[in-house]
């Protein structure tokens, strides 16, 4: 399948701003996602854009995508504790088949006070 | 609601036995997932079912590995002789609709697999 590259580790500190980082290969997607992984939990949507879109803003996130350098970033201000976790990138091409979702490997956050 | 819910939580079984896990998915959700991920790596796609029908099993790794879903309500992933490199989480998800946008996936917590 296609390539979700993420960094595996981000530490900021509590209010700062996290940015976390995705890239991927198949120049189809139409749909990308963000999902949050806490402890012991499933996989928890924070929010999806088309690939039309530039931005979306929802709260304290904001996704940023650059169709032309496949690059998507998922911003986070003010960053709390709470926030610790992990994220993971994902695209769809597939309609028909509905979610084949294409994950990384999940971005690692570790909020210090 | 109820959410997507998976049994056991974790399951830590011997190579060559068998394993079978089960996902509830959301009541009234015709679309059923499962996901896996190894240690390590991506969580990737196995397969995907409608009602009680396979829409997509591109995912499937090998035959060993057999997911039912009778009456189209909850699904089963058996996993049958285990190796050591079945070991992983396996996540269930539901949605309503076969677009992801309009109906994102809810997942579950996972089942947790140990093949010693």
């Known amino acids: 399948g296609e390539d979700v590259e993420q960094s595996l580790f981000l530490s900021v500190r509590e209010g700062d701003s996290s940015v976390i980082n995705c890239t991927y290969t198949?120049?189809?997607?139409?749909?990308l996602y963000w999902y949050k992984q806490e402890p012991g939990a499933g996989l928890q949507l924070l929010s999806y854009?088309?690939?039309?879109?530039d931005m979306k803003q929802d709260q304290r996130l904001t996704v940023l995508l650059n169709k032309k350098d496949k690059h998507l970033s998922l911003r986070i201000a003010d960053t709390q504790t709470g926030d610790s976790a992990i994220y993971f990138c994902?695209?769809?091409?597939?309609?028909?088949?509905?979610?084949?979702?294409?994950f990384g490997k999940g971005t690692s956050l570790l909020v210090t006070p | 609601e109820a959410g997507v819910t998976q049994f056991p939580s974790h399951s830590v079984i011997e190579k060559g036995q068998t394993v079978t896990l089960r996902c509830d998915p959301i009541?009234?959700?015709?679309?059923l997932y499962w996901y896996r991920r190894v240690m390590g790596k991506e969580i990737k796609f196995l397969l995907h079912?409608?009602?009680?029908?396979?829409?997509?099993e591109s995912g499937m790794p090998n035959n060993r590995f057999l997911a039912e879903r009778t009456g189209g309500t909850y699904s089963t992933l058996k996993v049958q002789p285990a190796e050591l490199e079945d070991s992983g989480v396996y996540f269930c998800?539901?949605?309503?609709?076969?677009?992801?946008?309009?109906?994102?996936?809810?997942f579950g917590n996972g089942t947790r697999l140990t093949v010693t």
């Open positions: 998800a539901s949605s309503q609709e076969s677009t992801a946008v309009y109906s994102p996936l809810h």
């Open positions: 198949d120049s189809s997607s139409t749909y």
């Open positions: 854009i088309f690939s039309n879109m």
């Open positions: 994902a695209e769809s091409t597939a309609l028909n088949s509905g979610y084949a979702l294409n």
């Open positions: 009541s009234g959700h015709d679309n």
């Open positions: 079912f409608v009602k009680e029908s396979k829409q997509d």
